[in-house]
């Protein structure tokens, strides 16, 4: 019985090597001693490869093969790269075999329909510790798996559920992340930002975000429609030469983290507005430490987590436009990330602006987060509101202070 679903006569879908990392990158992300086991191994796969590399001391592989692999060859490969390999990587002959795992893989596209793919997560269920992760990917094409099955992952998963768009495979994939039980917080703290396919390296420390690809795609579309329609024109040049400045907006840098366990850090790039002590009865009793950044329009507009820990919740207020530097804004739009933390609960408020009218959130309820992790972004300028427990955090920064997402520390835990 294969482990994993397949449609009859559906064509062979490849994973290339960025989906190859998305599907293992909640394996590699874990800091402490953690468990894998991968479904549907093929002893030739990326997938194999890349979860291999994500190996640490203390951490344990499992693999089970495949419809294109055997047992047998997948334990020759494993003995060909050495013993500190072998050592951690077991290949078992059936998925019966094989211990309950932190993360589970299944290393082969899933094609199959919606009550196959519910066969096959029932069928795993066995095999998760509290708090596992499941990872799979299915086509992105229209037709080779149905909506209902996607549909299905959103559904099932009440305790996160993570899904990324890997555009560069043949063809595309989405990869999911799926978590049936609730992860402890405390794990957060030994995870490493997430992976995020999303994000197109431009150079070795600076990418862009998916949102600044798509509207570059479009300015340099409107540029060839109009140069068609308009050959003698010069009207072409102008969304030709958008085009740049629109992707650097969206500009998504690589940034290190400070070493210490009680640092807090930005939530965006941008100028302290405000520090101040309040009361907010919808995060709970006692008082919040808010710490307020502005957003202008040239500086980087995508948000990082302050601290680790699991989302609990998230919600969208509605509210006006006004300038985001205004006492008016404390009424604009605004999504609400609510973080359950070892410290007790930690907000990021994302709010609009007078320019900024579109808010992005990539963090699902149930996800475990690491501080400084990539969460979202917003649009053409804003600000990001960071709320602490008071009694439990003390400020850093002053009215004014320039400050960078993910890298500076603008509080510190006692």
Known sequence: ?????????????????TAARALTAEFAR??????????????????????VEALLPGDQLTLVAGERSTADLLRDHIAGLGSWIADRVK?????????????????EPVTGTAQEVRGLLDRLGKYLNE?????????AVPGRTGGAAAELFRQGALFGVGSGLVVRN?????????????????????LAPAYRPSSVPVTRTMHIDSNGVAAAGIAL??????????????????????AAPVAAFFRDPEREAPTDPAAIVASADGRVLSVERMADPRFGDGEFLRIAVFLSVLDVHVNRVPVAGRVADYFVEDGGYANAMTAAAEHNVAAYTVLDTEHGTVVVAQRTGLIARRIVQRTPVGTLVARGERMGLIRFGSRTDV?????????????????????SVIARWL
Do not use: C, Q
Not at 30 to 51: F, I, P, R
Not at 173 to 190: E, I, M, S
């Open 1 to 17: 019985m294969t482990p994993f679903p397949t449609v009859s006569k559906a064509p062979i879908v490849g994973i290339g090597s």
């Open 30 to 51: 874990h800091n402490a001693a953690t468990s894998a086991l991968v479904v549907g191994a093929d002893h030739a796969s990326l997938v194999v490869a890349s979860a």
């Open 91 to 107: 290949v078992v002959d059936t998925l019966d075999e094989a211990s309950p795992a932190d993360v589970v893989i299944v290393g």
């Open 131 to 139: 708090g596992a992760v499941v990872t799979l990917a299915t086509p």
């Open 170 to 190: 043949s063809p595309p994939l989405r990869v999911h992340k799926l978590r049936f039980t609730a992860a402890d917080p405390k794990v957060a703290a030994t």
């Open 221 to 242: 579309g409107l540029a060839a429609l109009a140069r068609s329609a308009r050959p003698k024109s010069k009207l072409w040049l102008i969304p030709a030469l958008a």
């Open 387 to 407: 709320y602490l427990p008071a009694d439990k955090a003390e400020p850093l920064v002053t009215v004014n202070e320039k400050v960078v997402g993910g890298a």
